[in-house]
């Protein structure tokens, strides 16, 4: 096999290797509303099982893009693409680690209804999980105008996490039990905000692999 040929078959194993992780990433979001909305504590564990497997695919691919930029010294848009993936695994990451935090809490909260201390927390599950969703779409895909409109999303969620600690706010007002429930959730929520701001960063390193710049700054 060509020199050529090894390289491009590098580049498809890797990004193989990130849609992989994405998708460990992704299953753990729907896992974890499943098991949230089920009260499936044995599904919870399996999610902050499974985080210790996309730690090792991080690891995986990190080896796998210093190899390549070693081996082969890529330019222009495949530098880009590596340099992108490089950043993108660690967002991945760190929403497969907030994904097994939320896990724990629920566990800790032992089947409490989360709708009773804030009607926006569903919501905003629900418009994180599709942020997540379409961030990991548009970068495999290479869609940046999909991005744009990811990262334009993200002011909603920022709207639901604040209704939700307004929430939290009123309820600790009025009650003197259960304090340590609603830190709990709002905890729930902060982790969902945080993965919301982990898929726009996904969506701008998608934009960098097209353009070179990020937020508006030209790197290459």
Known sequence: MTTRKIYAQEMIQLGDSLEEMSNMAEASLRNLFFALENKDDELARRIIRDDRNINQIERNIESQCLTIITKQQPIAGDLRMISSILKVVTDVERIGDHASDIAELILRLNHKQLETYSAHLQPMITATQEMVHDAV????????????????????????????????????????????????????????????????????????????????????
């Open 137 to 220: 779409s548009a970068f495999l895909n290479g869609d940046k105008e999909k991005s744009a409109v990811v990262i334009g999303s993200d002011d909603v969620v920022d709207e639901l996490f604040n209704k939700v600690k307004n929430d939290i706010a009123s309820r600790l007002k009025t009650e003197s039990a259960g304090v340590d429930e609603c830190i709990d959730v709002l905890m729930i929520a902060k982790y969902l905000e945080r993965i919301g701001d982990h898929a726009v960063n996904i969506c701008e390193w998608e934009i960098f692999k097209e353009t070179g710049s990020i937020q508006d700054t030209q790197i290459f």
